[in-house]
């Protein structure tokens, strides 16, 4: 399979891209009350939390009231109060509760905004949100999460998740420790015949958009081209269907699917225009992404390594 | 259906009708259809069991999710001295997949108020459905993905934490099942597995998968309704 994007420095860098965090025992756990130590740890952006807990238990132990009573597998985190969800990227986490428009950082930096670096966290082991979090308390359930989130994306690409479920059993394992010890070149190994993949003509983009506060997800099945030809669609499609994965294109030749167009439909609220942001920019991997990229290019380069487009709407002030 | 196995968030709203008909027939079941708009969202199913604990041996192992007809069984609880009682209430959610086009059944359990675990789950649920069977769900259900076919996800209207029951195969099991009712010339028959197959309609398509997905984890519709409350056609 040829390789005819853009050079892969776009992955590197999206993979090497991490958040200078700054973490807290929360104060009522811990026997120096706020004069705990804060951890300060860069984070990969493409990484999950949970893998670094076993650091933060690590270094908070021994400041733990109550050692023997705390369960290390009940760990979480929160950020202005609002609990982390452990199965999301920590880019997304990021880029979708600080609400920050990147192409402002400096500038905030520079005035002492609420949301400069380092990003503060704090580390609970009690009263675990089961409301809002899952749960964490079995030894695989990231790696569940994780490998279900890339069946989706299999899914939505191919119509199937064959591509995933016939990795061996020995890639499979190595994908999984690629996201555990962070190892691009293995990952991408794996990943470019699950991403990159061109036998078959795309059948969906793998995306999901973030609302900021609500933290609302909103998901919809997105061609990579635009339906140019309606003589494409099988016989008598039914009026009122509104799955376009039930028309299968066969052929993919119309105007490709930009960020702006998939905004517009799923969000149309925010985004009045498939060309201007006015109201809210959409940020991927910390990066305000031009409303006329086509999807089908920004999945290959720069997709978080379960397969999906986290974009995160920020909103303009 | 216009992608039978498949179903558009349209059937899927009417498939939902024809469920919850047949569901106000089960008393035990407490359901309610939600809309967002005037959009089908999901279906949700209370479900509430007491638990019975031993107090010979007070081990997990030997509680007992209460099923119906227990009540019946009295060399049992001659044995067996019930005591302090658990209550279990599980809420079940039937969500179409935005994804696999296909509904999802996501479930949520709490003993006691307490949210419970995977190996809860099994526990009362997935293992009191393998009592009155001789395949264990159990072992299917465990030889699925990493944690098996049970994963935890967020609820796709929700947003919150449920437990699911992995959709990646259900479109492959309703097309075992049956098929679509065709309005063609009848034919004879050479394909003797084709003419075993069920006719599946919209009217009836729900009610065949939960029999399928929700018997695994113990949500049970009562047989007789299956077929005596005019679903043959």
Redesign the interface.
């Given at each position: 399979m040829s390789f005819d994007g853009p050079p892969p420095s776009i992955r590197r860098a999206i993979w090497d891209g991490s958040i200078p965090v700054q973490i807290l025992l929360n104060p009522g756990e811990s026997r120096v009350f706020d004069n705990t130590d804060p951890f300060y740890i860069q984070l990969p952006r493409v990484s999950y939390l949970p893998l670094f807990y076993p650091q933060l238990y690590a270094f908070f132990e021994s400041f733990l009231i109550d050692k023997g009573s705390v369960n290390p597998a009940e760990a979480w985190l929160d950020f202005e109060g609002v609990p982390l969800k452990w199965?999301w990227p920590i880019g997304l986490l990021y880029d979708i509760l600080t609400g920050r428009d990147p192409s402002y950082a400096t500038m905030d930096w520079n005035s002492g905004d609420e949301h400069r670096l380092p990003w503060t966290l704090t580390l609970h082991y009690s009263d675990y949100p089961?409301?809002?979090?899952?749960?964490l308390?079995?030894p695989?359930?990231l790696?569940?999460?994780f490998?279900?989130s890339t069946?989706?994306a299999d899914?939505?690409r191919n119509g199937n998740?064959r591509a995933v479920m016939s990795l061996s059993m020995a890639d499979s394992a190595k994908l999984w420790e690629s996201i555990e010890t962070h190892n691009f070149d293995t990952f991408w190994s794996i990943a470019d015949r699950l991403i990159t993949n061109s036998a078959y003509p795309i059948r969906h983009i793998p995306i999901k958009v973030y609302l900021p506060s609500a933290?609302?997800?909103v998901?919809?099945?997105v061609p990579p081209y635009l339906q140019g030809h309606r003589s494409l669609l099988p016989p008598n499609?039914?009026p009122?269907?509104?799955?376009s994965?039930?028309r299968l294109i066969l052929f993919n030749t119309g105007e490709p699917t930009t960020v702006g167009i998939v905004l517009k439909t799923m969000v149309p609220e925010l985004f009045l225009s498939t060309r201007a942001n006015r109201i809210a920019k959409p940020v991927l991997h910390g990066i305000v992404i031009p409303l006329n990229t086509p999807l089908v290019e920004l999945m290959k380069e720069a997709s978080y390594p379960d397969g999906f487009l986290h974009v995160a709407v920020s909103m303009m002030s | 259906m216009e992608s039978f196995p498949y179903l558009t968030q349209r059937e899927f709203a009417t498939a939902a009708k024809h469920l919850c008909e047949l569901l106000s027939h089960c008393s035990d079941l407490e359901h309610r259809l939600w809309l967002l708009g005037n959009r089908t969202t999901y279906i949700s199913i209370r479900r509430e069991a007491p638990i019975h604990q031993s107090t010979e041996n007070s081990s997990a192992e030997e509680d007992e999710l209460a099923m119906e007809g227990d009540q019946e069984n009295d060399s049992e609880c001659i044995v067996r001295k019930v005591s302090p009682t658990k209550l279990a209430i599980i809420e079940y959610h039937i969500v179409l997949s935005p994804v696999y086009c296909v509904p999802v059944l996501y479930f949520n359990m709490a003993i006691d108020s307490t949210p419970a675990s995977l190996d809860d789950v099994y526990q009362y649920l997935v293992r009191q459905s393998d009592l009155s069977r001789d395949v264990s769900w159990e072992e299917t259900l465990r030889a699925v993905g990493v944690h098996g076919a049970i994963s935890q996800g967020e609820h796709p209207v929700l947003g919150t934490p449920f437990w699911f029951i992995h959709p990646c195969e259900t479109a492959a099991l309703v097309e075992n099942w049956g098929t679509v009712e065709t309005h063609s010339i009848p034919r004879l028959d050479i394909d003797d597995s084709h003419s075993k197959k069920g006719i599946i309609s919209l009217q009836n398509y729900l009610q065949i998968w939960l029999g399928m997905i929700g018997s695994t984890v113990g949500l049970h519709l009562p047989v007789e309704d299956l077929t005596s409350k005019g679903y043959s056609s």
């Amino acid at each position: 399979m040829s390789f005819d994007g853009p050079p892969p420095s776009i992955r590197r860098a999206i993979w090497d891209g991490s958040i200078p965090v700054q973490i807290l025992l929360n104060p009522g756990e811990s026997r120096v009350f706020d004069n705990t130590d804060p951890f300060y740890i860069q984070l990969p952006r493409v990484s999950y939390l949970p893998l670094f807990y076993p650091q933060l238990y690590a270094f908070f132990e021994s400041f733990l009231i109550d050692k023997g009573s705390v369960n290390p597998a009940e760990a979480w985190l929160d950020f202005e109060g609002v609990p982390l969800k452990w199965h999301w990227p920590i880019g997304l986490l990021y880029d979708i509760l600080t609400g920050r428009d990147p192409s402002y950082a400096t500038m905030d930096w520079n005035s002492g905004d609420e949301h400069r670096l380092p990003w503060t966290l704090t580390l609970h082991y009690s009263d675990y949100p089961n409301e809002h979090l899952m749960r964490l308390d079995s030894p695989n359930a990231l790696q569940d999460s994780f490998v279900n989130s890339t069946k989706e994306a299999d899914y939505l690409r191919n119509g199937n998740s064959r591509a995933v479920m016939s990795l061996s059993m020995a890639d499979s394992a190595k994908l999984w420790e690629s996201i555990e010890t962070h190892n691009f070149d293995t990952f991408w190994s794996i990943a470019d015949r699950l991403i990159t993949n061109s036998a078959y003509p795309i059948r969906h983009i793998p995306i999901k958009v973030y609302l900021p506060s609500a933290a609302k997800v909103v998901q919809k099945l997105v061609p990579p081209y635009l339906q140019g030809h309606r003589s494409l669609l099988p016989p008598n499609p039914s009026p009122q269907s509104s799955q376009s994965m039930l028309r299968l294109i066969l052929f993919n030749t119309g105007e490709p699917t930009t960020v702006g167009i998939v905004l517009k439909t799923m969000v149309p609220e925010l985004f009045l225009s498939t060309r201007a942001n006015r109201i809210a920019k959409p940020v991927l991997h910390g990066i305000v992404i031009p409303l006329n990229t086509p999807l089908v290019e920004l999945m290959k380069e720069a997709s978080y390594p379960d397969g999906f487009l986290h974009v995160a709407v920020s909103m303009m002030s | 259906m216009e992608s039978f196995p498949y179903l558009t968030q349209r059937e899927f709203a009417t498939a939902a009708k024809h469920l919850c008909e047949l569901l106000s027939h089960c008393s035990d079941l407490e359901h309610r259809l939600w809309l967002l708009g005037n959009r089908t969202t999901y279906i949700s199913i209370r479900r509430e069991a007491p638990i019975h604990q031993s107090t010979e041996n007070s081990s997990a192992e030997e509680d007992e999710l209460a099923m119906e007809g227990d009540q019946e069984n009295d060399s049992e609880c001659i044995v067996r001295k019930v005591s302090p009682t658990k209550l279990a209430i599980i809420e079940y959610h039937i969500v179409l997949s935005p994804v696999y086009c296909v509904p999802v059944l996501y479930f949520n359990m709490a003993i006691d108020s307490t949210p419970a675990s995977l190996d809860d789950v099994y526990q009362y649920l997935v293992r009191q459905s393998d009592l009155s069977r001789d395949v264990s769900w159990e072992e299917t259900l465990r030889a699925v993905g990493v944690h098996g076919a049970i994963s935890q996800g967020e609820h796709p209207v929700l947003g919150t934490p449920f437990w699911f029951i992995h959709p990646c195969e259900t479109a492959a099991l309703v097309e075992n099942w049956g098929t679509v009712e065709t309005h063609s010339i009848p034919r004879l028959d050479i394909d003797d597995s084709h003419s075993k197959k069920g006719i599946i309609s919209l009217q009836n398509y729900l009610q065949i998968w939960l029999g399928m997905i929700g018997s695994t984890v113990g949500l049970h519709l009562p047989v007789e309704d299956l077929t005596s409350k005019g679903y043959s056609s």
